[in-house]
């Protein structure tokens, strides 16, 4: 299959659920409030994508490129997203409630407000990651790198932890001397 080149394309609002987007390059691509359910996108390049309120929800973006992209307040309740890069963007208010995040790179990517319920971060990259009023209810976080992670105010009731251990609060101290996971 040829990769579908479509870099800073103009497709606000699009109707695309069920495409099939695989290895297509969407680099810097206007997807605002673009409805992408189900979409086939794995190994994709979206690097500074604008998907700002789009719905990718059961989306498969396994291996995609998403670095600096936004997602703020978009959907991607039961997505997959295992093993893809998203270092650097934004993903305020998002909605990533079950999906799998396992060995994705998210480094220095901003999700203040994310809801992450039993979400599967395992082995996940969040490093300098902004976590702050997340909430990450039974999230698993099994082996996630979390240094300079800031989760103030989080929510981590029944969340495992990189330790192993499930956490038994239902919010993560607000005491601005300690805001980041160490």
Do not use: F, W
Not at 32 to 55: C, D, F, M, P, V
Not at 90 to 116: E, H, M, Q
Not at 127 to 154: F, H, I, P, Y
């Amino acid at each position: 299959m040829t990769a579908l080149l479509l870099p800073m394309s103009q497709l606000v609002g699009a109707r695309l659920n069920d495409v099939d987007l695989r290895n297509a390059n969407l680099d810097h691509a206007d997807l605002r409030k673009a409805q992408l359910n189900r979409a086939r996108l794995r190994g994709a390049r979206l690097t500074g994508a604008r998907l700002t309120g789009s719905e990718l929800a059961r989306a498969d973006l396994r291996e995609a490129d998403l670095r600096q992209a936004e997602l703020s307040v978009a959907s991607l309740r039961h997505s997959n997203l295992a093993g893809a890069d998203l270092a650097d963007a934004t993903l305020d208010g998002a909605d990533l409630s079950y999906a799998n995040l396992s060995g994705a790179t998210l480094r220095g990517s901003s999700l203040i407000k994310a809801c992450l319920i039993r979400a599967d971060l395992r082995n996940a990259d969040l490093r300098g990651a902004d976590l702050s009023r997340a909430d990450l209810s039974g999230a698993c976080l099994l082996g996630a790198q979390l240094d300079d992670a800031d989760l103030t105010g989080a929510r981590l009731a029944g969340a495992l932890m990189p330790d192993g251990v499930t956490h038994a609060g239902h919010v993560s101290p607000r005491d601005d001397s300690r805001p980041r996971y160490e």
